[in-house]
Each structure stands twice: as C-alpha cells, then as structure tokens.
Nanobody, 117 residues
Framework: QVQLVESGGGLVQAGDSLTLSCAPSGDIFRINVMGWYRQAPGKQRELVATITTHGSTNYADSVKGRFTISRDNRKNTVYLQMNSLKPEDTGVYYC???????????WGQGTQVTVSS
C-alpha cells in the first residue's frame, strides 16, 4: 500500500507556470510507475504524464513540449512542471502510482489547477 499526497495546485493566468509535487509514503520500494492524470469538469480522467523508476517518460500529446515530469529518488517525490499553461489545462490533477505485483492503482486526493484566460 502507498499513500500519495499532492501539492502545488492553484489559480494562474494563461501563459504562466506551475509545479505540482507528489510525495508517496508506505511501500514505496514497490513503486514501478508514477504519473499525473487530470479531470476537467464533465470529462473523463485522462493521462497527463508518467515516469518509471528508470526515468522513462510518457506524455499526452496535448502537453508535450510544455510539461515535464521528473522524480527525485532521494526525496521519493515526483514533480510535474507545467509551462505555458492554457485554459484547457484546467482540472483536478491526480497523482498515480502502480506497484510491482499489485493489480490496481493508487491515487492521491487531487489538486485543483485553474488557468484563466
């Protein structure tokens, strides 16, 4: 089991930058992949970016070139650096973790990101 605590959301203007953090606790040595997902009002939750323990990354096409996912293994923290934010980036951002040998995902409580035009 792991617990995920997100921080860093807020209200910004279009073109601004914001950094989200996700700090896992618990059985962190079994974590295989961590990532960020988002859910806009009235829409399904969608992938934003993921990163493996080896540092391989994957991004949604809509954020490529603007967002960067990274992890600090010393602090066991994953970051999402968001640049050139657009109003369509607005939503609740959720941290996600997948563990070796566990057939379900772990989720944080979510942090709101609102981008005004």
């Amino acid at each position: 089991q792991v617990q995920l605590v997100e921080s860093g959301g807020g209200l910004v203007q279009a073109g601004d930058s914001l950094t989200l953090s996700c700090a896992p606790s618990g059985d962190i040595f079994r974590i295989n992949v961590m990532g960020w997902y988002r859910q806009a009002p009235g829409k399904q939750r969608e992938l934003v970016a993921t990163i493996t323990t080896h540092g391989s990354t994957n991004y949604a096409d809509s954020v490529k070139g603007r967002f960067t996912i990274s992890r600090d293994n010393r602090k066991n923290t994953v970051y999402l650096q968001m640049n050139s934010l657009k109003p369509e980036d607005t939503g609740v951002y959720y941290c996600n973790a997948r563990l070796h040998g566990v057939p379900y995902d772990f989720w944080g409580q979510g942090t709101q990101v609102t981008v005004s035009s």
